[in-house]
């Protein structure tokens, strides 16, 4: 079992920036790949990007260019530092991550919320 809980998130401007954090609980070479998603109000919950322990990344269309996902391996973090933020990026924000071993099992964190004002 693995936990992740998030940390960051916050109320910003338009034009903005902030930085969410994702601690796991175990070490993340046991947990490949990492990813961040978000689910706004009314919404379903959708893809924002994804890290491999390669740091291989991808990313949604809709961030792609303002958003950078990154990991820290020897501290078992994960990062996503959203710039030039948009009203339409307000949502919760969740880790998650797939067990390395077991490809079928995904653990998610508890969520951060981010509200950008316009």
């Known amino acids: 079992q693995v936990q992740l809980v998030e940390s960051g998130g916050g109320l910003v401007q338009a034009g903005g920036s902030l930085r969410l954090s994702c601690a796991a609980s175990r070490s993340i070479f046991s947990i490949n790949p990492m990813g961040w998603y978000r689910q706004a109000p009314g919404k379903q919950r959708e893809w924002v990007a994804t890290?491999?322990?390669?740091?291989?990344?991808n990313y949604a269309d809709s961030v792609k260019g303002r958003f950078t996902i990154s990991r820290d391996n020897t501290k078992n973090m994960m990062y996503l530092q959203m710039n030039s933020l948009k009203p339409e990026d307000t949502a919760v924000y969740y880790c998650?991550?797939?067990?390395?071993?077991?490809?079928?099992?995904?653990?998610w964190g508890q969520g951060t919320q981010v509200t950008v004002s316009p």
């Open positions: 890290i491999t322990i390669g740091d291989s990344t």
């Open positions: 998650r991550a797939w067990d390395n071993y077991r490809p079928a099992v995904t653990y």
